[in-house]
């Protein structure tokens, strides 16, 4: 259905502007507009029909009703001849307000009221707003139901002045009985805001109370970590230092069974020293009294170092220890003796968890001129992708039956995490389960001159 007028009012005379506000409330309401909205469109029409009224000729407004598909919306075109500003500054206005100004706030009170208003034309040429207020679903408007609401329209006498202005007044009462309610609501949402931002402040002050407490208790930790670390390497030292003596039969030859059992103390001598040591150095990171020694590191002599140290621990005899040997030469700043540690527990895991294969030693190109690449991988058991993040946490070891033949503190590859970021890199690891594992250190070419918080 397109657009089909329903009524045409004059706007010649006060009572016209009148009678379209009364118009514009009885179309609205026969349309099935609520009446809050039957307001907003009665006060937005005689906004602009007052604008038209007396200063511009044969001034008329035009109901209309607008299907487009299953929308449809009551259409006001508000229309007068003439020169709407000379005509305008022909009449006086409101004290204070030019005629023009007038007629500004009217078309905007018709913007925030109506769903939309324009102004067509130009204004020399006359005054020709439309304005737009959009039906919903359920006020669907047939032409027969059009046609009844004519008939209705043509029943429905127009009020007088005083009678409208008592209708204004009875909508104005409960506009205000309305912002009552609304204002009674504000404040009791107000109360119930500032009782929830009390209980928000306490409970961010719990909040930072235990946090201070966690703080607290993560320096005694640390505290208590260093300093026991460092009261147990004093016994330690003399555990293997006495056992070292007695397997090289210092004070005499020992039995098959005192051999054994010297054994069996100099190793579980050795693990513990190996916690207390990994112990002291994750005190000291957290602790912030890490100091970094940057010099140029010579990755060939690194590697031939390590070769000598860790081939020892090569327990079986189908695995074979490769170090790819880099161009000699210094390629990075760095803290030696960090960048040893770390690699050294990845070989020295990948020695424990190999049982035949290889486990291949190499720098890789980072793809950046800036960085550098460590990597270590191996043939052994492999990481399911479940525990990846797993094996960076501390104590935290992965279930398998080679797990349980090797001793672990599970401190090792946290301690690499952490070491890698005080230089300033990170760490990362490749791996499937039973298929092997790589694991990469990245390095800046030059480390930061002091250890940034880990």
């Known amino acids: 259905m397109p657009q089909v007028r329903i009524l045409q009012v004059g706007i010649d005379s006060e009572p016209d502007v009148v009678a379209v506000r009364q118009r514009a409330r009885q179309i609205s309401s026969l349309l099935g507009f ?24 044969r001034g008329r407004a035009v109901f209309a009703l607008e299907s487009t598909g299953a929308q449809q919306q009551l259409v006001v075109t508000i229309r007068a001849d003439g020169d709407p500003v000379r005509a305008l500054e022909a009449i006086s206005g409101v004290e204070g307000e030019s005629p023009q100004s007038q007629l500004n706030n009217a078309v905007a009170t018709a913007h925030r009221l109506m769903d939309e ?10 005054l020709h707003v439309v304005m737009l207020k959009s039906l919903s679903q359920r006020q669907h408007i047939d032409r027969d ?24 007044n009875r909508e104005l009462a409960t506009a205000l009985a309305e912002l009552r309610d609304r204002q009674e609501d504000l404040i009791s949402l107000t109360h119930e805001l500032e009782d929830t931002n009390r209980g928000v402040v306490a409970l961010y002050a719990e909040v930072e109370e235990k946090a201070e407490r966690l703080r607290k208790a993560d320096e ?25 003596l007695l397997l090289d039969r210092m004070d005499g030859e020992l039995t098959v069974e005192q051999e054994r059992q010297v054994q069996f103390i100099a190793t579980a001598a050795s693990d513990l020293s190996e916690l207390v040591n990994d112990l002291l150095d994750l005190a000291k990171i957290e602790a912030g009294k890490v100091e ?3 010099a140029p590191i010579d990755v060939a002599n690194l590697f031939s170092a390590l070769k000598g140290m860790l081939r020892p621990l090569a327990h079986h005899e189908h695995v074979e220890l490769v170090f790819v040997m880099p161009p000699p030469g210094p390629l990075l700043l760095s803290d030696e003796g960090m960048v040893a540690q770390i ?33 270590v991988s191996d043939t052994g058991i492999g990481i399911s992708t479940d525990n990846l993040l797993l094996i960076f946490e501390e104590f935290s070891q992965i279930e398998h039956p080679l797990q349980r033949q090797v001793k672990g503190t599970g401190l090792g590859l946290p301690l690499c995490r952490k070491l890698a970021t005080l230089l300033g890199g990170s760490v990362e690891v490749e791996s499937a389960s039973g298929k092997g594992s790589t694991f990469f250190l990245h390095l800046p070419r030059s480390a930061p001159a002091t250890a940034p918080v880990a």
């Open 34 to 57: 609520g009446a809050q909205d039957q307001v907003r469109i009665a006060t937005a029409v005689s906004e602009v029909a007052r604008c038209a009224y007396a200063r511009l000729a």
């Open 117 to 126: 208003c324009s102004v067509q034309g130009a204004p020399e040429h006359g």
């Open 145 to 168: 139901r059009l046609l009844q609401l004519g008939s209705e329209l043509a029943a429905s006498p127009v009020q007088n002045t005083v009678a409208e202005m008592q209708q204004q």
């Open 220 to 244: 005694m930790k640390s505290r208590f970590l260093s300093n026991t670390s460092h009261e147990l390497r004093t016994p330690l030292s003399s555990i293997r230092a006495l056992s070292k």
């Open 292 to 294: 970094l020694t940057v």
């Open 343 to 375: 690699l050294r527990n990845f070989i020295s895991n990948a020695l424990k968890f190999t049982e035949q294969g290889q486990i291949c030693v190499e720098l890789r190109d980072s793809g950046s001129p800036d960085h550098v690449t460590f990597a």
